[in-house]
């Protein structure tokens, strides 16, 4: 690769990154700053705590299932053939696994109405279409387009919340801003056009692919929801929201690695770029390392924030900032070192190394938070997040390792 183009590829990087944080900024903003508090002042603590359990739900399907989709995609367009209709199948398979987990969800708690089993399901299903909507852009490097589209999704939010007081329904509130983000791609790409069920030539790997980062995907969002869904059905509703608000600063900027692991995904498979054991090395330590010093910085931001936002329960979760905070920066840089491996290496490591995560969890996380509570689940969250984000290092130089020499 020569100079010029060396340069010109880390201008757009650089640029493509920009419009990528401009754009989870504006999602995660409104979502974290506007819909979420705009909920809890209108319903209180207790239903706003049941709310983010049923939320997460809708979450895990839509990060376990939509994403898989757009990552294979990814995978796809570098090493095989792919059409739409390979993704439009494993999605309408995926809207009927959502018929038994939206059951499931109410069953748990208790609460299953018509009303409310119709509504979970249906943004259960335009969520999981939503997380897969973005590959159109990182498919393509329209990273400028990437930004509208979450800017459309925030819209679509805030519109929900408008109409809240007429519509009377947190699920409505949340479906307006995954329609909207729909609607966007419909206009702007072609993932969501006809044919819709053409397949390619490699349709079997892509579904095979599809499936394989979904279950690692699910029980990585699984973890990842893991403190609202255990709270909620071990603990309280009250206390899903209080461990909700103390880890809320440290999500919020982790959360920022999601377009990061976006261009690393884009640009890995669209460029041959290599990594050496040392540049992994030290990529790996300075992730750690940024990941104590941003849960410092959190719990500062913390105190000013939580209090003006959620004062019914600071006095509780300020107790946990430090710590929880941490749990939530430990699990997404993680996250992203994890994408770095999978570009140069097979997607089953990435199950592999989530197996062994859930494995730790199970083995930590769920005793502490029965004997503990919520101090029980921040401590053990650091310990399996830390953990997880070292044995990603230790596979990823294995793997570069085995790829020097063979």
């Given at each position: 690769m020569g100079d010029s183009s060396g340069k010109k590829m880390v201008?757009?990087?650089?640029?493509?990154?920009?419009?990528?944080?401009?754009?989870?900024?504006?999602?995660?903003?409104?979502?974290?700053?506007?819909?979420y508090p705009g909920l809890s002042s209108r319903m209180g603590a207790e239903a706003f705590g049941t709310v983010l359990y049923l939320i997460s739900a809708?979450?895990?399907?839509?990060?376990?299932?939509?994403?898989?989709?757009?990552?294979?995609?990814?995978?796809?367009?570098?090493?095989?053939?792919?059409?739409?209709?390979?993704?439009?199948?494993?999605?309408?398979?995926?809207?009927?696994?959502?018929?038994?987990?939206?059951?499931v969800t109410l069953l748990l708690l208790k609460e299953l109405t018509i009303a409310l089993y119709a509504q979970l399901l249906i943004l259960m299903i335009i969520t999981a279409y939503r997380y897969y909507a973005d590959v159109e852009y990182r498919m393509t490097i329209r990273f400028v387009?990437?930004?509208?589209?979450?800017?459309?999704?925030?819209?679509?939010?805030?519109?929900?919340?408008?109409?809240?007081?007429?519509?009377?329904?947190?699920?409505?509130?949340?479906?307006?801003?995954?329609?909207f983000g729909i609607i966007y791609t419909i206009v702007r790409g072609s993932i969501f056009r006809a044919p819709f069920f053409r397949l390619s030539s490699s349709f079997r790997e892509n579904i095979k692919?599809?499936?394989?980062?979904?279950l690692s995907n699910l029980l990585s969002a699984l973890i990842l929801n893991s403190d609202r869904i255990l709270l909620r059905l071990m603990v309280g509703a009250?206390?899903?929201?209080?461990?909700?608000?103390?880890?809320?600063?440290?999500?919020?900027?982790?959360?920022?690695?999601?377009?990061?692991?976006?261009?690393?995904?884009?640009?890995?498979?669209n460029y041959k770029i290599k990594l050496n054991k040392t540049v992994f090395g030290l990529i790996c330590a300075a992730m750690a390392l940024l990941s104590f010093i941003g849960a410092a910085v959190c719990t500062f931001v913390s105190m000013f924030f939580v209090k003006r936002m959620y004062p019914e329960v600071f006095s509780e979760a300020s107790k946990l900032f430090f710590l929880a905070n941490l749990g939530q920066i430990l699990?997404?840089?993680?996250?992203?070192?994890?994408?770095?491996?999978?570009?140069?290496?097979?997607?089953?490591?990435?199950?592999?190394?989530?197996?062994i995560y859930v494995s730790g969890f199970i083995l930590v996380v769920i005793p502490a938070t029965w004997i503990s509570g919520l101090s029980g689940m921040a401590v053990g969250l650091v310990i399996v997040n830390f953990g997880r984000l070292i044995v990603t290092s230790f596979?990823?130089?294995?793997?570069?390792?085995?790829?020097?020499?063979?």
């Amino acid at each position: 690769m020569g100079d010029s183009s060396g340069k010109k590829m880390v201008l757009c990087a650089s640029k493509d990154f920009l419009f990528s944080v401009f754009a989870l900024v504006i999602y995660n903003g409104v979502l974290q700053l506007v819909i979420y508090p705009g909920l809890s002042s209108r319903m209180g603590a207790e239903a706003f705590g049941t709310v983010l359990y049923l939320i997460s739900a809708v979450s895990i399907m839509g990060a376990g299932f939509g994403t898989a989709a757009s990552y294979s995609r990814m995978v796809a367009k570098k090493d095989r053939t792919q059409e739409n209709g390979d993704y439009n199948i494993f999605l309408l398979l995926v809207s009927g696994i959502s018929v038994v987990v939206s059951l499931v969800t109410l069953l748990l708690l208790k609460e299953l109405t018509i009303a409310l089993y119709a509504q979970l399901l249906i943004l259960m299903i335009i969520t999981a279409y939503r997380y897969y909507a973005d590959v159109e852009y990182r498919m393509t490097i329209r990273f400028v387009d990437y930004f509208l589209f979450f800017t459309a999704v925030a819209a679509g939010y805030i519109i929900g919340l408008l109409i809240y007081p007429i519509s009377k329904s947190w699920a409505i509130t949340i479906f307006m801003g995954e329609f909207f983000g729909i609607i966007y791609t419909i206009v702007r790409g072609s993932i969501f056009r006809a044919p819709f069920f053409r397949l390619s030539s490699s349709f079997r790997e892509n579904i095979k692919s599809s499936w394989t980062i979904s279950l690692s995907n699910l029980l990585s969002a699984l973890i990842l929801n893991s403190d609202r869904i255990l709270l909620r059905l071990m603990v309280g509703a009250r206390e899903v929201t209080i461990f909700y608000t103390a880890s809320l600063i440290g999500k919020i900027v982790a959360m920022l690695t999601t377009p990061l692991n976006g261009i690393i995904i884009s640009y890995f498979t669209n460029y041959k770029i290599k990594l050496n054991k040392t540049v992994f090395g030290l990529i790996c330590a300075a992730m750690a390392l940024l990941s104590f010093i941003g849960a410092a910085v959190c719990t500062f931001v913390s105190m000013f924030f939580v209090k003006r936002m959620y004062p019914e329960v600071f006095s509780e979760a300020s107790k946990l900032f430090f710590l929880a905070n941490l749990g939530q920066i430990l699990y997404f840089i993680s996250g992203s070192l994890m994408v770095i491996v999978m570009s140069f290496t097979r997607e089953k490591l990435q199950l592999v190394i989530n197996v062994i995560y859930v494995s730790g969890f199970i083995l930590v996380v769920i005793p502490a938070t029965w004997i503990s509570g919520l101090s029980g689940m921040a401590v053990g969250l650091v310990i399996v997040n830390f953990g997880r984000l070292i044995v990603t290092s230790f596979f990823g130089i294995i793997r570069i390792d085995k790829n020097s020499t063979g």
